[in-house]
């Protein structure tokens, strides 16, 4: 069964510091992953995606997501955080099988000032 | 990236009463759209998923005689929630990708329903 894991509920971090949400995955065939991102009583944000070819794939807003295929994980980096930054974030994984979305229970990240 | 509109952006309405909320995707075809239900502090809980011109596929659990989709065109999908109680006070976002799984699915602003 196809299947996101997010482990944080809540990620803190200090603006300037590299930041790092986790996500790590599970499905049957291609992974396509993506991760979105929400404000406050606002809709989703798309954020980045991994398709094909090179493992790290860069996104709006400055973020990065490395794809480890091994370790089946897709986690969301910054190298400097903004309070700006500070949002509910989730990733989602499709495969070529189905095209319904699988969502992570999102990750609720602090940067503080 | 694609734009995805969604309006009411807010409505507020008595018991017992329908309200429909609207859905466009303002700068693609969409041939799937999506409506979801989120809860306070939790993640996305996906209501239905339809295919312009044929009839929504709902999700376990999900009263397709309440929750009334509509895909008429490739930039419109409607969700009228008929005889509205407070229990379907809730965050609702749509959203609509085209063609293929590798597609990006995005996503409306939301609508925030309250029934009094």
């Known amino acids: 069964a196809q299947s996101v894991a997010q482990p944080e509920d809540q990620v803190n971090v200090a603006e300037g510091n590299p930041l790092t949400v986790k996500c790590t995955y599970s499905?049957?065939?291609?992974?396509?992953l993506f991760w979105y991102v929400q404000y406050p009583n606002r809709g989703l944000q798309f954020l980045l995606k991994?398709?094909?070819?090179d493992n790290l794939v860069k996104g709006s807003y400055g973020f990065e997501a490395e794809f480890n295929k091994s370790q089946t994980s897709f986690h969301l980096k910054k190298p400097s955080a903004l309070v700006s930054d500070s949002a509910l974030y989730f990733c989602?994984?499709?495969?070529?099988?189905?095209?319904?979305?699988?969502w992570g229970a999102g990750t609720k990240l602090i940067i503080k000032p | 990236g694609a734009v995805v509109s969604q309006h009411p952006s807010r409505v507020i309405c008595k018991s017992g009463t329908s309200v429909k909320i609207e859905c466009r995707s303002l700068?693609?075809?969409?041939?799937?759209m999506f409506w979801y239900r989120q809860f306070p502090k939790k993640s996305l809980m996906l209501m239905a998923t339809?295919?312009?011109?044929?009839?929504?596929?709902?999700e376990q659990g999900v009263e397709k005689d309440k929750f009334l989709i509509n895909h008429a065109s490739l930039t419109l999908s409607t969700l009228t929630v008929t005889s509205a109680h407070p229990e379907d006070s809730s965050f609702y976002i749509c959203?609509?990708?085209?063609?293929?799984?590798?597609?990006?699915?995005?996503f409306g602003p939301g609508t925030r329903l309250l029934v009094l």
């Open positions: 339809s295919n312009e011109g044929s009839k929504a596929t709902y």
């Open positions: 989602a994984v499709r495969d070529d099988s189905n095209y319904q979305l699988i």
């Open positions: 499905v049957s065939g291609n992974p396509y």
């Open positions: 991994y398709i094909t070819g």
């Open positions: 959203s609509a990708k085209r063609g293929g799984p590798q597609e990006t699915q995005y």
């Open positions: 700068d693609f075809q969409a041939t799937t």
